[in-house]
């Protein structure tokens, strides 16, 4: 198994510090330590994972991908690329979500 479990009884070590992590379905494509800020796609980056980006602004849909676990911060007005029905199927833009703690990102949209 190359994923680490959550369920098998988390270290101290392991709970001081936050990990974002890039997913394809249940493969575990790369992971980076959360750093205060930056988005999901500076995240992928750091990770070695790719995720298509366009506007970089958060209205052209391009960097979708789907939050499996965690936190990721909204802006109190949606931009233009995500509306409430895609927030709602935990769609979240990467080049302007920016993780809060531990999350898993599927790099696939949820749609
Ligand atoms: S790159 Fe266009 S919304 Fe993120």
Redesign the pocket.
């Known amino acids: 198994m190359s994923a680490k479990s959550g369920s098998e009884g988390d270290s101290s070590s392991d709970s001081l510090v936050a990990v974002v992590r890039f997913l394809q379905g249940a493969k575990l494509l790369g992971q980076t330590r959360l750093v205060a800020g930056d988005t999901i796609?500076e995240h992928a980056e750091s990770a070695g994972v790719r995720i298509p980006?366009?506007?970089?602004?958060?209205?052209?849909?391009?960097?979708?991908v789907t939050l499996v676990e965690g936190n990721v911060d909204l802006p109190e007005i949606l931009?233009p690329?995500l509306d409430d029905y895609l927030v709602e199927r935990c769609a979240r833009?990467?080049?302007?979500g920016v993780p809060l703690d531990d999350v898993d990102i599927d790099i696939r949209p949820p749609l």
């Open positions: 796609v980006t366009n506007c970089t602004s958060g209205t052209c849909g391009t960097c979708m931009p690329g833009l990467g080049c302007i």
